[in-house]
T-cell receptor, first 110, second 113 residues
Framework: DADVTQTPRNRITKTGKRIMLECSQT?????MYWYRQDPGLGLRLIYY???????NKGEISDGYSVSRQAQAKFSLSLESAIPNQTALYFC?????????FGPGTRLTVL | TQLLEQSPQFLSIQEGENLTVYCNSS?????LQWYRQEPGEGPVLLVT?????EVKKLKRLTFQFGDARKDSSLHITAAQPGDTGLYLC?????????????FGKGTHLIIQP
């Protein structure tokens, strides 16, 4: 079984809809991250969390929110999706030596 | 603002050739990591370099961290079709990237048989 899982793997939604992307990990890491990947732009950090009570904004947090429900779960929400949020979204965990990425969620906002 | 400039963005070469990918920045990083990403998957760590001037080898791949810890390179010797993929460099400002990594835009590498 994968150490970092993301659901859904693919999602198509409409402008203005609220959507949640979920991430679960079995690695036992405290640190979790959300990145988005756009063609030609690489990965950019949205939010990160050091533990259940800790939430930190990354480079591009506007339009997004997160919830760290437990050590193993970190969800990303788009309160009102817009087309320029169409991207590939990755969740990751860290043991301070390496980041371990999930398989990604491909989100399309029409 | 993209703090890590990665070049080239695209590279297509024949099997057996050598290649080098560069990652440059005006910022100093505590460490720099190289990842490889396959279609439909997340990036997977290849190597971490921490000390200025450090050189690490992973089979046919050689990674170097600049003396000033602002730049890095990935050199592949005798490239093979299995080396095809997206290569990403990522810099950490704090230990191990605890507050997240800054990624370059990536290099799409295609090795033709």
């Amino acid at each position: 079984d994968a150490d970092v899982t993301q659901t859904p793997r693919n999602r198509i939604t409409k402008t203005g809809k609220r959507i949640m992307l979920e991430c679960s990990q079995t690695k036992g890491h405290d640190r979790m991250y959300w990145y988005r990947q756009d063609p030609g732009l690489g990965l950019r950090l949205i939010y990160y969390s050091f533990d259940v009570k800790d939430i930190n904004k990354g480079e591009i947090s506007d339009g997004y929110s997160v919830s760290r429900q437990a050590q193993a779960k970190f969800s990303l929400s788009l309160e009102s999706a817009i087309p320029n949020q169409t991207a590939l979204y990755f969740c990751a965990t860290s043991d301070l030596l390496e980041q371990f990425f999930g398989p990604g969620t491909r989100l399309t906002v029409l | 603002t993209q703090l890590l400039e990665q070049s080239p963005q695209f590279l297509s070469i024949q099997e057996g050739e050598n290649l080098t990918v560069y990652c440059n920045s005006s910022s100093v990083f505590s460490s720099l990591q190289w990842y490889r990403q396959e279609p439909g998957e997340g990036p997977v760590l290849l190597v971490t370099v921490v000390t200025g001037g450090e050189v690490k080898k992973l089979k046919r791949l050689t990674f170097q961290f600049g003396d000033a810890r602002k730049d890095s390179s990935l050199h592949i010797t005798a490239a093979q079709p299995g080396d095809t993929g997206l290569y990403l460099c990522a810099g950490a400002h704090s230990g191990g990237g605890a507050d997240g990594l800054t990624f370059g835009k990536g290099t799409h590498l295609i090795i033709q048989p």
